[in-house]
């Protein structure tokens, strides 16, 4: 047992030997690190920051200018377009100057001082209706203070809201936990799938299969090193999540780190399952690349999971990718314990011991041929 | 006086990532007559292929006149392209498309067109014998019939000059002399053609000769003038008691000689400049030798020029422990085929082959491309699985316990597959740690490997980067490391040059010596001529085996009464054609 | 010997079509060409279509009655009628807090013990709480929004029962342009066909050139009279071809099986993905004319050309809301551009207004992209 236990050592010392040979491979390792970093936690967010409104205000009196200064002061809307007519207003509209219209009528001043209801319209832009729909809620926030405010009505009650976990709704708490998870799929899946793509290319896949190892013990030699990668870099992002980003952590570090290991286990089974089926890097490449898009799109990273149809639920379920992400994002944010996280570890190891069996499979079928 | 197809007066090439002082050529002449072959011969990294490129336009030399068909390759490429043919040494022909539409996509390129298309095609058909499978994919072709459309696109609108690029490589003898025969005629219609190759006896066949080492021209003139300089200097050592691998390498520790290979039964010696014969002592210890002198070869003045062969002494053999088969395996049989098949769909690859390797005995596979030597070599080492019949190596089953029998052989592939992104230290390293080795035992066993192998200023040199010397040296000590009893060997020196394959062969026949029994794929002859016996194989059959001079006598006939290894592949190869023919006559 | 050689090193028409049809029958040939080019694309549009979903349909909230008076009634019985969420009753906040840290629900509204008799003290202190998980931030602005509405329904209903009038003095009446359903779909779907776009233009081009440099056909035409022209023209014109027959597949799947309305015409849309598909192919074709090499050529493709397609084309996420140095880097990526007009062609028809100004950018990314190609490329083998 000891005497096979140094052969895959020396197969994971080899891996990792030739992920960091030459400054092509590190750059394969980093550039994507580096890039999401930097990019991902701004580029990606649903906030609703600098919004433009366009304004056409058809009456001139003071009550109108007081909501318009509001609407104007409102930190959410960076550009405010004042227009002069319906037309302008619905070319500002068309041409996305602005993402929400709102139109005063002429008598809002005198129906407000006068007690009577008055009606304000909201254009909102369809083509970009998750943004103008919250944008719209900030506009309905405005106009609610300036009601209770400045004329004094008060409904018979109000609603307080406090959003627990992250107060101020900020995306990159949102946005770096899973982050976490994506890394570690690049890299995983590269090290696994394209490694062993790339000795069946250059021939030496043959001189192991000469050896005594078997494609078990070739697949480990494989899976340590893809685990040990990907756990790597999800620590490197997790530290910057937190030391840089300013990212509360509020579970456990051995609980992330189990996480980490799980997801990585599952990864590298899909990992070797898609080298098995590719003949060259090429082939390894998109077949990690048609893995990827859809395994992060249907991870509740872009989209909440609730909204899929029936079909890609059950695909999200499966997905190894989803898992992970609510486990990252509760030990980060929610002060996940162990049974909170234990569903989802099952869910992953359920889903490794699928994975690396078919890709044991496809091994030594492959070997036999 | 005859037409200059091509003038070069001191080229120089240097690669961007080259260093000062490297030169990829330096201070280059050549002339390139029309009506005759002329052959650009050498090593690997010589300087051919970049040569090539100059010629056909696709790089700007460093320094240097070049002038090809009359025009600088560099400012007048569009002419140039239009009148001078290129077959780089990969072909690049399209292996999703037909033989007929590569065709005439290289047609509609060079503006054939018409009639003359028509004629054209007419002609090239026929002279690569392409035109049944005109309608073949490129990829679905052997190797021969690659080459074979290679130079069929390539001679398209009729170029005056045309450059091949190695055309020989990874080519089998038969389709080898098919493509001589075919550029010959060529040349003889008053082409002018440049031939590039690592192999001498292609280049000794040619009417001028250009011969270069590390980037230089070392000779310049017709291949006669280097044989006849060697004449009198090459010996037969015939009828040698004893083991003639022992003689060898006495003779090569003899300073009288220069050089010397194993030819069958025979060893080959080439004697220093000035030495009339052998020397008493050495003919001692084989009493009873005939020393015939023989006719002198291109390779013999190539070897003699570079400063002669490795010494014969192989430092790795002699700090190796003899290895012996343990009890209970049968010294005649430590490898044993019996009736070994392996069928691919309908086709049948390997046709129940039976054979038996004796203990410390060297056995090759021959055959042209295709014709199932891998398949079989490949069951042997365990890599494919035998759709019938058994595989055993030292006795064990393949099919039963692989593991066990992996452990006991060493595998050298073809290209070397070694880790090419990694050190010497690190490749080393890795093979002995996946056979089990560690500790003390690796380190003492890695330091005598980089010894005996003069790897060791090479110790943190990435493998990828090594010459191609050092390369084969490290890829065969990575095979020895856990010392096996067995070593496989797949075309171990295809596209290798004269000197490193000598070296190779040198540790091969020390290793013998310890008791390794070593098993080997080529379809090169001078390979086949170290093996003490032959299975030639054929269309997945093994046709004749035995010792490579049986196989000579076998085809001999009143035609040829001592054919060379190369005449007698061929021969035996066309005698199983007509009897497969008549066989399959009397049948239907 | 002198032969009558012809002399014309220019362009020539035989070639380009010689080309062309040996790349049309490559593409033709090869299953991943196919497989990249028509699987991989009505794939990805049915998971951006059905997979990205922003409009959160039914919220599962949970209703904390800690106060059982009439009023609390009221609002459970508001919740209970709402088409937007899936109310979970609760007496007590424990109840459902491992539900809402656990995602199970997706935010809890908390009516305190007090709040009927608040209410009916008429002082307008009573406060309903909304706990969201804030770990989702969309999510938990529909939360918000959701909770909102269920307490104006609640308004309402109470203004009702009491006979009274429940207009506030002042309200906002939402209309929505274009897309009034408001289905995220509508303006994804156009969206992703940019990425589709994308993937062959740039990702499948950059393979096929590096595959020519890396077999040794590349040396191999380069020893013939092709031009530099012919060369460039013989891989973008099959891969346009292709690309164009894709998009044509997933613009009829999205309006006849996906039901996203197509309000433009067809000539905007095939001038506007002409342009977008030069400006891809040429940052395709300079990728591997770059790399030689076709691991490293489909590598830069998908974090040069792919990810940017979906990160920074304001295809999901908004660029307004980035900060201004990558707001800045957008305006380098045809995306952007393609996915404005895209958005615009399916949802509000041919409104030069957005459509001039976007083509304009790529026109001049498409001449960028394609003059750097025509830059890099050599005729020789050396840089």
Redesign the interface.
Known sequence: MIAVWNRIVALIVKELQQLFATK?SIR?LL??LL?QLA??P???????????IAILNEDSGAEAVE?IQRYHAASAF?DVLYVTDAASLR?A????RA?L?IRVPPDFSKK?LA?????????????????A??A??Y??QV?ND??GER?G???????????????????K??VLPSLVAIIATVSCLLVTA?SLAREREEGTYDQLLVTPLTPAYIMLGKAVPGILVSMTQSSIIASAAVFVYGVPFTGAVWLLLTATFAYSLALSGVGLLISSFSTS???A??GM??YM??SV??SGY???V????AF?RFLSAVNPLTHFI?MA??IF??S?GFS?VAPDLLALLAISSVTLLTAGMAFRWQTRT | ME?LAARIDGLSHR??EQDDGQWALADVALRVR?GVITGLAGPDGAGKTTLM?IM?????PTAGKVDVVGLDP?RR???L?????????????????TVM?NL???A????V?GAERATQFERLLDFTGLRPFMGRLGGNLSGGMKQKL?LA?TLVG?P?LLLLDEPGVGVDPISRRDLWGMVQSLAEG?MAVVWATAYLDEAERCDALCLMNDGRVIFSGKPEEQRERMRGRCVHVRNIPGNRRHFLRRALGDERVVDGVIQGENVRLVLKEGVGQLDGRLLATAPGAEIVFVEPRLEDAFIDMVGGGPDGRSVLAETMPAVRVGDGVDVDAVISAHELTRKFGDFTAADHVTFNVREGEIFGLLGPNGAGKSTTFRMMCGLLRPTSGEAHVMGIDLKRSAGRARQKLGYMAQKFSLYGNLNVERNLKFFSGIYGLKGQVLEDKMARMLDSFGLDRYRRTVAGELPLGFKQRLALACALMHEPPLLFLDEPTSGVDPVTRREFWMHINALVDKGVTVMVTTHFMDEAEYCDRIALIYRGRMIATGPPDELKRQAADGDLAVPTFEEAFIRLIHRDDMARKSAGGESA | ?T?A?????GF?L??A???C??EM??IL??P?SL??SIV?PV??LF??G???????????MGIVMEDHGA?AIRFAAAAGGSPYINPVFADTVDEVKDD????RLRGVIVIPED?TA??LA?R?N????????????????FV??Y??GL?ESW?AD?ADALGM?M??????????????????R??LIPGSISVVMTIIGA?LTS?VVA??WE?????????????KTELMLSKALPYYVLAMVATTICVLIAIFIMDVPFRGSIPALLLTSTLFLCSSLGLGLLLSTLTRN???A??AA??AAFLPSI??SGL???I????VV?QAVTYLIPARYFV?IL??LF??GD?G??LLPNMVFLVLSATFWFGLTAAKTR????G
């Open positions: 092509t394969m550039m994507p890039l990019v991902f701004f580029a990606t967010t649903l906030e609703v920051k600098e919004a433009s909501l960076s070319d509209l068309d041409g996305q993402l219209a407000v007690g009577t209801p008055v009606a304000i319209q909201a254009l909102i832009d369809g083509r970009r209706s998750n943004a729909q919250i719209f809620s506009i309905r106009t300036y009601v004329i009505f008060s409904a018979p009650a109000s609603l307080v809201v406090r959003n627990v976990y992250n107060p101020n709704l900020d995306y708490w949102f394209m890097q090429q082939q490449f998109m690349f048609s898009v859809p799109i249907l872009l989209a909440p609730e909204n899929m149809p890609l609510s994002k509760g944010l929610k996940y909170a | 037409e690669y961007p029309e490129r056909a336009g696709l790089l700007r560099v490429a569009a002419v392209h239009a009148r001078v043919g290129y077959m780089p040494q990969k072909f690049g022909l399209y292996e999703d498309l539409e005439v996509l290289y509609d390129l060079r503006g067109v290679g696109c009729k005056e008053g | 010997m032969r050689r012809p002399k014309k090193t020539s035989r070639r079509c010689a080309l049809l040996k029958r490559q040939r090869d991943t497989l990249i991989l794939g990805l998971i951006f059905f997979g990205i979903s922003l409009d959160t349909n039914r919220l599962s009023e809402l840290k656990l995602a709040f608040k209410v008429g307008g009573a406060t309903i709480q909304v706990l969201s998980d804030g770990s989702e931030p969309n999510t938990a602005n918000y929004a909770a909102h307490f308004l109470r009038s207009e506030g003095p002042v309200t906002l009446e939402p209309r929505y342009w274009f897309n009034p359903t408001t289905i995220s509508n303006y990702l393979l595959r020519e077999r040794g056909t590349m040396e191999a035409l380069l020893a013939t009279p092709v031009t076709q691991f490293n489909a590598f998908l974090n990160l920074l999901i996420f908004e307004a809301s980035m900060p990558i404005k958005q615009t949802q509000a409104l207004a957005i005729r020789r083998l050396d």
